[in-house]
């Protein structure tokens, strides 16, 4: 057996609450690997080779079973300047692209009436025009700006394979590989559409509007989402899903905007095996409950501002728990409290499956962790990872 | 911002266009990633 199918059996083992071999150790690190290098996106975005090699020495020395990123390219910030949109820029050390959504150009009220006439022509054509505003010239204009940009995209292209070679063949397995990728469509409307704040004032203002548009967004995507029991029945890789707007849904909006389309789409793969991971953000006690209508050990949650003892307690006989020391205290708690939270989440956890570590959140740039503080959390991870069966 | 105001032509059918772009012919793995930045635009990921 590969390392890699080693690790693949101790997530399938650890999340169907048997014993695994060892406790699967994953982490998530973007940004903050640079920094480690010494280096920031701004000098290595120009030299793919340079960029995957700096990027990469973290994962040279850190004891890592899995990564959860796939190294698709990161957010081509640059690509996307040579199409005239600005909403990526780098963070003031320049080791973290941000998503400046406060600054970001939102569609009106009026988009709803587009997307429920016509979702496909919005999607691929007027959401396309309005976010990339070098596309709303002649075509022409656009062939070049986009063929400029598609150029500068290929930088990003060329570092991910590297990256992408390294992990096969360090046997570093990807946690996140499935073609069932659930973002609801109202995310898309709250993150690229109406902007955060604008449409958490739809649902209250114009609710049927916004409704009537998320149900002809989901008739759109649920063609590429559709199952396939053929491959369903494989517990990895596993189906995902990243949640953003729900933390700030009640039970009742969360059930109208979110569930109804996901119970359609990864419902049937996960009561066919297939395993499903939730990365939440935000808040989210009020839901977890909600994955108890799927079978035991079907779901991985990682919690985000929750704290993982309670959310344990909510559906840890339910769920799998993945999760390791908040950020919080990586990037601003002393070694020794590091290191004795790691512990607490092995005594907790760890006996008998329904746990994997991993990081609390992504580490995105500089200053989401002292380096002494993650190399001391994950020695500690990798020694208790072993043999607790 | 008018969305009527934008020219009429399908950014899908242009990015296949780039795709045959006589620019790649030399290097495949441009092509690919041109591939890769339209699923990436084309999907809304932006």
């Known amino acids: 057996m590969s390392r890699i199918e080693e690790t693949q059996q101790n997530i399938i083992d650890a999340s169907s609450f048997k014993t695994p071999e060892k406790i699967p150790v994953g982490a998530d690190i973007s940004g903050w690997a640079l920094a480690y290098s010494g280096v920031n996106y701004e000098q290595v975005i120009d030299h793919p080779e340079i960029y995957a090699k700096t990027y990469l020495k973290i994962f040279d020395e850190l004891p890592l079973d899995f990564t959860a990123l796939n190294y698709d390219p990161i957010v081509p910030f640059t690509a996307l300047n040579k199409v005239g949109c600005y909403d990526y820029t780098l963070s003031e050390d320049k080791t973290g692209i941000t998503h400046r959504q406060s600054d970001s150009s939102y569609m009106g009220p009026e988009v709803y009436n587009q997307i429920i006439a016509d979702p496909d022509k919005f999607m691929t054509d007027t959401l396309l025009k309005t976010k990339l505003p070098s596309l709303q010239g002649t075509r022409d204009e656009a062939y070049d700006a986009v063929k400029e940009s598609a150029k500068e995209y290929a930088k990003y292209y060329r570092a991910s394979r590297i990256m992408n070679d390294y992990f096969a063949e360090n046997e570093i397995y990807h946690l996140v590989q499935s073609r069932y990728n659930y973002f609801s469509p109202f995310n898309l409307i709250f993150d690229r559409i109406r902007g955060i704040k604008n449409s958490l004032i739809d649902i209250r203002r114009i609710p049927e509007k916004v409704f009537a548009a998320t149900d002809a967004l989901w008739e759109r995507e649920k063609i590429s989402l559709a199952f396939d029991p053929s491959d369903g029945g494989d517990p990895l890789p596993m189906s995902v899903s990243v949640y953003h707007s729900e933390c700030f849904l009640s039970p009742d909006l969360f059930d109208r905007l979110i569930w109804k389309y996901f119970v359609e789409s990864i419902g049937p793969t996960m009561e066919a095996g297939k395993k499903f991971y939730l990365f939440g953000e935000g808040r989210l006690m009020h839901l977890y409950d909600k994955f108890r209508e799927f079978p035991k050990g079907s779901t991985i949650i990682c919690p985000d501002s929750d704290d993982p003892i309670e959310v344990y307690n909510k559906i840890g006989d339910w769920a799998t728990i993945m999760t390791g020391v908040p950020a919080l205290l990586l990037a601003s708690g002393t070694k020794q409290e590091c290191v004795d939270y790691v512990k607490r989440l092995f005594d907790t956890f760890g006996p008998n499956g329904g746990f994997i570590y991993y990081t609390n959140k992504e580490l995105i740039s500089s200053k989401d962790a002292k380096v002494d503080n993650l190399f001391a959390t994950y020695q500690m991870a990798d020694e208790l990872s072993r043999g607790r069966g | ?46």
Not at chain 2, 22 to 32: A, G, L, T
């Open chain 2, 1 to 46: 911002m008018d969305t009527n105001q934008f020219e009429e032509f399908s950014v899908e059918e242009l990015f296949k266009e780039l795709l045959t772009d006589e620019s790649w012919e030399s290097d495949p793995e441009i092509r690919e990633g041109v591939s890769s930045y339209m699923f990436y635009v084309v999907c809304g990921y932006v």
